[in-house]
């Protein structure tokens, strides 16, 4: 799932692509992709893109004049955004769901992997972008640990789940939580309400650190175009996705949890005093936790 360094960038290239550009059509290649009915999405053809913005993990094309209409795109986990030629375009039979021309510029097209469709598209009218109701951004101010305490201090919860919660963060998920709890040093599964001022502020420079790094990465990783292709540097995180390779920072073991769709991975030694947090599918095997490592 693009969370906010790959957005961010996406924001930063379509800006550069379509503002300034009169959008010719629209097209809806999937019916379940559009959520909204009024305005039609016919409303937006013809008018000119003023501005590209992001909230939480929705991007937004601001269409004019006045910037009176939004279209919103939320990608949730397999949708990305590609920018193609006009001439001599197709559309996939299967993975695209959306496609809009620009006079004078590139199509955009929505496309999904799988089959579960979750990605979507809204039309907003004037003001009608309001209805996405984001947590704080992380970086647009910076986020100070007195703010990060005053978030966290609303609800007792672990650790990762906040992190996740655009309501309470904006543009966080899986896989940057996962990086943002190993640079703290904190358990995932640790309860909001037990963190001491001490770990508030070393989760509060996490958060920043990692964001800002991994969205120059980004930038780095794809110099032109959209940021579609998320293995060229998340191959290169340090704890996410990498179950059972050794830590980056301790050499030990990084071990996983899993919960419906999403794993959470971490490393024992350097987040959890060298224990094994409680996973239902390893405890379904007779797995036990292993015992800390000895300091001697």
Request: aromatic share 4%; net charge positive.
């Amino acid at each position: 799932m693009p969370e906010l360094p790959e957005l961010t960038v996406y924001r930063e290239r379509l800006q550069d692509a379509l503002e300034g550009r009169r959008l010719r059509r629209a097209r809806v290649h999937d019916p379940f992709v559009l959520r909204t009915v009024e305005p039609p999405l016919a409303e937006i053809e013809g008018r000119t893109v003023t501005g590209v913005g992001r909230r939480a993990k929705v991007l937004l094309l601001e269409l004019g004049p006045g910037a009176s209409f939004t279209l919103a795109f939320h990608l949730m986990l397999g949708g990305r955004l590609v920018l193609r030629d006009v001439e001599g375009y197709r559309p996939h039979r299967r993975r695209t769901l959306f496609s809009a021309e620009f006079e004078g510029g590139p199509l955009l097209e929505m496309t999904e992997a799988g089959t579960k469709r979750k990605a979507s598209i809204r039309v907003f009218g004037p003001e009608g972008a309001r209805e996405i109701t984001p947590g704080t951004e992380p970086l647009d101010p910076p986020l100070e640990a007195a703010k990060l305490a005053e978030l966290l201090a609303r609800r007792n919860r672990r650790l990762k789940g906040a992190l996740r919660d655009s309501h309470l963060l904006a543009g966080i998920g899986n896989a940057y939580s996962d990086e943002i709890l190993f640079a703290a040093r904190l358990s995932p599964l640790r309860l909001t309400g037990q963190l001491t001022e001490e770990e508030v502020k070393r989760l509060a420079e996490a958060i920043r650190t990692v964001l800002r790094d991994w969205t120059e990465r980004v930038r780095r990783a794809c110099p032109e175009g959209l940021p579609v292709k998320q293995n060229l540097w998340r191959r290169n995180l340090a704890i996410h996705g990498r179950a059972g390779k050794p830590c980056p920072v301790c050499g030990g073991t990084v071990a996983r949890i899993s919960f419906k769709e999403s794993e959470t991975n971490y490393c024992p030694d350097c987040q959890n005093e060298g224990r094994l947090l409680a996973d239902r599918r390893l405890s379904r095997l007779g797995i036990r936790r292993r015992p800390p490592r000895s300091s001697g």
